[in-house]
């Protein structure tokens, strides 16, 4: 099968979820009203509340869904088969991954800008508003851990990959100075910096780690693991201005232009896919159902995207006509970005095997190859093009990931500062986030980790539809559009979440793993278990306000009658 | 619409999403830097009308005229129920 063809599908299936079904969920359920005030238009602060126009709000809620997660989870799914993997792709986009996006982003807009939390407490109980702030934490950790350990194993593999990252870094450092400290035009602050950027993405491709600090250093797990997580360190720290934002900043601009030419030369090179459709419904990390569904997340479903739907996007919608093609729209453009993944694993390896070889070593290294390979066919040496594709991937992961360890730190803060004042420090909540993901990354397995952190993150995902789903019945409409995915994606991410969790503690308890691994086993089995007991307990407070809404509207119907 | 004003239209687009790729975030997060600044200002000065008596009456008069224009967002924001969910972009 050609990439090119798989593309084209990608693109017929966006365009006719976005203006099919979309459009239908839009004005005959939502009932989106172009005249109904939103509450960017009713505050209007200028801070927290701002109508702001669709199209700028389009190109954000693409940068901030837009992260490792799409590109990492079809390049690891791809062992069960290309096919499987797209269908998953597509599907899950067409009837759960858009759905979500839009619908949470409508709920939050219409409850006032709310957070998950005050929707949760508004529309199912104050006692889950509490559980899905503790399931958020230890969610957050899971994302710490496997987007770190996606660093890290990129960091090691790929020589290029700390010299660019190193040279991003003091580029985006020098623009924070530039625009906030030494008052620079943004333009001269931003040719600048990224020149830089790209300086060091060459830099990398002549002056590779091993040859800078010898090999025993360049392939230590240990070091790039304390480089990574005292990089999020500082991130969470040092004043947004200063580190983390200009950083950001910078490497949207590697990111958009990786992406931008990638995908040209995917049309130019239109290669075929030489891995298998399909390879079996067991594989070494499990089986096909459920795990690969909460494999491949963000590029299908992602319970991220509730987050920034809803704590961002909602609150700066100026109309609610713009719902669609903003929260709606964008999750079907990040759907290609999980096709683009998927064409890379797919098509650049000569073989399974030599594929085996590659994603044995970690995604980053699939990733690396696959942006090499396409920007070659606009010109770009093999060397620089795998030293491009390494810093995306680092930038992709550690992007997140910073923002999940300064998240983590406010979170320590808010959960745990009546229990001891000194959890209110922000270098002691960033310390315990910052080890307890550093331990996930250097004592766990990083398939069993992306696993966990993909099944939590569609369990949230499955949470926000139940969110939904109790808005939309307690409006008294259809529920069927939200429900069912509902339920779909509750029993999917439960059982992968035991299945893997049950693995991971038969290990340890059967004594099969030793040392580290034993410790990292124990601690993910037991995150993943915790992660179930929580979704049980807001699934049953759930069903309790859908029965609530339930009986509100049958008596309502009685009255009427 | 003529075919110019549609390019122009399009290109207006792309403008746009560039710029919520690349920059909205930034420049978002410079006026929270600058409301939280405002706001503690306020909230120093005028945070007796939310209970919080904090400052001497005379400069709370002297500088109420400056701060009108602010002080229903202020208020809204410091009383507005919160978790920390809401720092995703901060």
Same mark, same amino acid.
């Given at each position: 099968?050609?990439?090119?063809?798989?593309?084209?599908?990608?693109?017929?299936?966006?365009?006719?979820?976005?203006?099919?079904?979309?459009?239908?969920?839009?004005?005959?359920?939502?009932?989106?009203?172009?005249?109904?005030?939103?509450?960017?238009?009713?505050?209007?602060?200028?801070?927290?509340?701002?109508?702001?126009?669709?199209?700028?709000?389009?190109?954000?809620?693409?940068?901030?869904?837009?992260?490792?997660?799409?590109?990492?989870?079809?390049?690891?799914?791809?062992?069960?088969?290309?096919?499987?993997?797209?269908?998953?792709?597509?599907?899950?986009?067409?009837?759960?991954?858009?759905?979500?996006?839009?619908?949470?982003?409508?709920?939050?807009?219409?409850?006032?800008?709310?957070?998950?939390?005050?929707?949760?407490?508004?529309?199912?109980?104050?006692?889950?508003?509490?559980?899905?702030?503790?399931?958020?934490?230890?969610?957050?950790?899971?994302?710490?851990?496997?987007?770190?350990?996606?660093?890290?194993?990129?960091?090691?593999?790929?020589?290029?990959?700390?010299?660019?990252?190193?040279?991003?870094?003091?580029?985006?450092?020098?623009?924070?100075?530039?625009?906030?400290?030494?008052?620079?035009?943004?333009?001269?602050?931003?040719?600048?910096?990224?020149?830089?950027?790209?300086?060091?993405?060459?830099?990398?491709?002549?002056?590779?780690?091993?040859?800078?600090?010898?090999?025993?250093?360049?392939?230590?797990?240990?070091?790039?693991?304390?480089?990574?997580?005292?990089?999020?360190?500082?991130?969470?720290?040092?004043?947004?201005?200063?580190?983390?934002?200009?950083?950001?900043?910078?490497?949207?601009?590697?990111?958009?232009?990786?992406?931008?030419?990638?995908?040209?030369?995917?049309?130019?090179?239109?290669?075929?896919?030489?891995?298998?459709?399909?390879?079996?419904?067991?594989?070494?990390?499990?089986?096909?159902?459920?795990?690969?569904?909460?494999?491949?997340?963000?590029?299908?479903?992602?319970?991220?995207?509730?987050?920034?739907?809803?704590? =961002?996007?909602?609150?700066?919608?100026?109309?609610?006509?713009?719902?669609?093609?903003?929260?709606? =729209?964008?999750?079907?453009?990040?759907?290609?970005?999980?096709?683009?993944?998927?064409?890379?694993?797919?098509?650049?390896?000569?073989?399974?095997?030599?594929?085996?070889?590659?994603?044995?070593?970690?995604?980053?290294?699939?990733?690396?190859?696959?942006?090499?390979?396409?920007?070659?066919?606009?010109?770009?040496?093999?060397?620089?093009?795998?030293?491009?594709?390494?810093?995306?991937?680092?930038?992709?992961?550690?992007?997140?990931?910073?923002?999940?360890?300064?998240?983590?730190?406010?979170?320590?803060?808010?959960?745990?500062?009546?229990?001891?004042?000194?959890?209110?420090?922000?270098?002691?909540?960033?310390?315990?986030?910052?080890?307890?993901? *550093?331990?996930?990354?250097?004592?766990?397995?990083?398939?069993?980790?992306?696993?966990?952190?993909?099944?939590?993150?569609?369990?949230?995902?499955?949470?926000?539809?139940?969110?939904?789903?109790?808005?939309?019945?307690?409006?008294?409409?259809?529920?069927?559009?939200?429900?069912?995915?509902?339920?779909?994606?509750?029993?999917?991410?439960?059982?992968?979440?035991?299945?893997?969790?049950?693995?991971?503690?038969?290990?340890?308890?059967?004594?099969?793993?030793?040392?580290?691994?034993?410790?990292?086993?124990?601690?993910?089995?037991?995150?993943?278990?915790?992660?179930?007991? *929580?979704?049980?307990?807001?699934?049953?407070?759930?069903?309790?306000?859908?029965?609530?809404?339930? *009986?509100?509207?049958?008596?309502?119907?009685?009255?009427?009658? | 619409?003529?075919?110019?004003?549609?390019?122009?239209?399009?290109?207006?687009?792309?403008?746009?999403?560039?710029?919520?790729?690349?920059?909205?975030?930034?420049?978002?997060?410079?006026?929270?830097?600058?409301?939280?600044?405002?706001?503690?200002?306020?909230?120093?000065?005028?945070?007796?009308?939310?209970?919080?008596?904090?400052?001497?009456?005379?400069?709370?008069?002297?500088?109420?005229?400056?701060?009108?224009?602010?002080?229903?967002?202020?208020?809204?924001?410091?009383?507005?129920?919160?978790?920390?969910?809401?720092?995703?972009?901060?």
């Amino acid at each position: 099968m050609n990439s090119v063809v798989v593309l084209i599908l990608g693109f017929i299936v966006a365009f006719i979820g976005y203006r099919v079904y979309a459009k239908y969920v839009d004005t005959k359920i939502m009932k989106a009203d172009p005249k109904r005030m939103t509450p960017a238009k009713m505050y209007m602060d200028g801070v927290d509340f701002m109508p702001t126009n669709r199209n700028i709000l389009f190109g954000y809620q693409f940068k901030s869904i837009a992260g490792a997660a799409p590109i990492i989870g079809p390049i690891i799914a791809i062992q069960w088969g290309w096919l499987p993997a797209l269908i998953w792709i597509l599907a899950g986009t067409f009837f759960i991954g858009w759905v979500q996006d839009y619908s949470i982003a409508m709920v939050a807009m219409r409850h006032d800008g709310a957070s998950l939390g005050g929707l949760s407490h508004k529309l199912i109980s104050p006692r889950a508003r509490v559980l899905l702030l503790s399931f958020i934490y230890f969610y957050l950790l899971l994302i710490a851990g496997a987007f770190g350990n996606v660093v890290v194993s990129t960091a090691i593999n790929l020589k290029a990959a700390p010299m660019a990252w190193l040279f991003l870094t003091i580029g985006g450092i020098l623009a924070g100075q530039m625009i906030y400290r030494w008052r620079r035009d943004i333009l001269l602050t931003t040719i600048v910096t990224v020149i830089i950027a790209l300086f060091g993405i060459w830099l990398g491709s002549v002056a590779p780690s091993n040859k800078i600090i010898g090999d025993t250093l360049a392939n230590s797990r240990w070091l790039w693991t304390i480089v990574a997580f005292v990089f999020c360190y500082f991130a969470a720290v040092l004043p947004i201005w200063r580190f983390a934002l200009p950083i950001n900043y910078v490497a949207s601009y590697i990111v958009f232009l990786g992406l931008f030419f990638g995908i040209i030369g995917v049309f130019i090179l239109h290669p075929d896919f030489t891995l298998p459709a399909y390879t079996g419904f067991s594989i070494k990390i499990g089986p096909l159902w459920p795990i690969m569904f909460v494999t491949i997340a963000c590029g299908a479903i992602s319970g991220w995207h509730s987050l920034v739907s809803s704590s =961002g996007t909602a609150r700066q919608l100026e109309n609610e006509l713009d719902a669609r093609p903003v929260a709606g =729209g964008v999750m079907f453009v990040e759907m290609m970005l999980a096709v683009f993944a998927l064409i890379i694993a797919g098509t650049i390896y000569a073989s399974p095997s030599e594929y085996g070889a590659a994603i044995a070593k970690g995604p980053g290294g699939v990733f690396a190859a696959g942006v090499s390979k396409f920007l070659g066919a606009i010109g770009l040496s093999a060397e620089t093009g795998r030293s491009y594709g390494s810093v995306m991937m680092i930038v992709l992961a550690v992007t997140i990931m910073q923002l999940v360890i300064r998240f983590m730190r406010i979170a320590t803060s808010e959960l745990l500062s009546d229990i001891s004042p000194v959890f209110r420090n922000a270098h002691i909540g960033t310390i315990i986030a910052s080890l307890l993901g *550093a331990l996930l990354v250097l004592t766990g397995w990083w398939q069993y980790l992306w696993v966990l952190f993909g099944g939590a993150n569609q369990l949230m995902a499955s949470l926000a539809l139940m969110l939904i789903t109790a808005y939309l019945m307690s409006e008294g409409k259809p529920a069927a559009y939200a429900f069912y995915p509902m339920i779909f994606m509750f029993i999917t991410t439960i059982a992968a979440l035991i299945y893997t969790s049950f693995s991971l503690l038969q290990k340890v308890i059967s004594g099969t793993v030793k040392g580290e691994a034993l410790v990292g086993n124990a601690l993910m089995g037991l995150v993943g278990i915790f992660l179930v007991i *929580a979704a049980f307990i807001l699934a049953s407070e759930g069903i309790r306000a859908f029965s609530r809404y339930r *009986a509100i509207r049958s008596e309502e119907a009685k009255a009427k009658a | 619409m003529g075919k110019s004003q549609g390019k122009s239209g399009f290109l207006e687009a792309v403008k746009d999403f560039l710029y919520g790729f690349v920059a909205y975030g930034p420049a978002q997060l410079a006026m929270k830097t600058r409301a939280n600044m405002e706001h503690l200002f306020i909230l120093v000065t005028v945070g007796d009308m939310l209970g919080v008596p904090v400052f001497s009456s005379y400069y709370s008069l002297k500088l109420l005229p400056y701060m009108v224009p602010q002080i229903p967002t202020w208020k809204r924001r410091l009383l507005r129920e919160k978790d920390f969910t809401d720092n995703l972009e901060e």
